[in-house]
């Protein structure tokens, strides 16, 4: 008998902060882009991350491998650091932290891995009001 393949999804909260920057734009028109978000010292957030990943019932090592996965590539690299200067120190260029440029890194980060072969999808919440998906091309199926 065929072992089920589950879809499952972790959640993990990972507090940073980011300044939305145009290196592009002068400092007036980013004011006008990105008003407050700009700010001087930028602004925080308590990111939910949520991975979903297709998993064997009762894979326990593949869950411990998967919150080890997020933890070296996302959480301990970004806890309360500026997404800014992560992504200038990983070579992002003009790196504009919209929630969208901020899953894309994440799932690239996390891609780099071939545990990442199982991965379906991240979600990236920043606010009550907006959430950010990627999906990865897995190969689970």
């Known amino acids: 008998m ?3 393949m589950i879809l499952k ?3 993990y909260s990972l507090h940073c902060h980011h300044r ?4 592009q734009l002068s400092h007036q028109e980013n004011l006008k882009v990105f008003s407050k ?6 602004h925080g957030h ?3 991350v949520r991975l979903s990943f297709f998993i064997q019932s009762n894979d326990f090592e593949l869950e411990k491998k998967v919150d080890q996965h997020i933890d070296d590539c996302l959480i301990t690299p970004f806890s309360y650091q500026s997404i800014n200067q992560v992504f200038d120190s990983i070579g992002v260029d003009n790196s504009i932290t919209t929630g969208e440029q901020i ?3 994440f799932a690239l980060l996390l891609q780099k891995d071939p545990l990442s072969e199982c991965y379906y999808k ?3 919440v920043e606010t009550r009001k907006n959430s950010f998906f990627h999906f990865f091309e897995n190969k689970a199926d």
């Open 9 to 11: 999804t972790k959640k």
């Open 37 to 42: 978000c700009m700010g001087q010292y930028g």
């Open 20 to 23: 939305l920057i145009s290196k």
């Open 46 to 48: 308590e990111y939910l």
């Open 103 to 105: 899953v894309k890194i």
């Open 122 to 124: 991240i979600e990236v």
């Open 2 to 4: 065929a072992k089920t």
